[in-house]
């Protein structure tokens, strides 16, 4: 069983920092690419970063300049730094990473169960 887990969320006032991670635990051969999405009260779930084993990164215009993804190979672990957050950064964070498992089933799409980021303006 391979489980996704995440930690730092909480509450921050506009134009504060947070640092996001996820943690990928279990039967694991390989990592390919790992992202951070985000759900907002009311909106559907969209990305907000993501990087590859290869170390390329895309993100979400909203998020450029003020977001940064890095992923800890040797820890299965990928990171979201959060920094200049507004009112409209609010939102569950969850993150997706792209799991070869050692076992069966193979082709899964694994999910954290989220965290939640408020930005208090």
């Known amino acids: 069983q391979v489980q996704l887990v995440e930690s730092g969320g909480g509450v921050v006032q506009a134009g504060g920092s947070l640092r996001l991670s996820c943690a990928a635990s279990?039967?694991?051969?390989?990592?390919?690419?790992m992202g951070w999405y985000r759900q907002a009260p009311g909106k559907q779930r969209e990305l907000v970063a993501r990087?590859?084993?290869?170390?390329?990164?895309a993100y979400a215009e909203s998020v450029k300049g003020r977001f940064t993804i890095s992923r800890d190979n040797s820890k299965n672990t990928v990171y979201l730094q959060m920094n200049s957050l507004k009112p409209e950064d609010t939102g569950v964070y969850y993150c997706?990473?792209?799991?070869?498992?050692?076992?069966?089933?193979?082709?899964?799409?694994?999910w954290g169960k989220g965290t939640l980021v408020t930005v208090s303006s």
């Open positions: 997706n990473e792209d799991v070869v498992p050692v076992f069966p089933p193979y082709g899964r799409d694994y």
């Open positions: 279990g039967s694991i051969f390989s990592i390919n690419a």
């Open positions: 990087t590859t084993n290869g170390g390329n990164t």
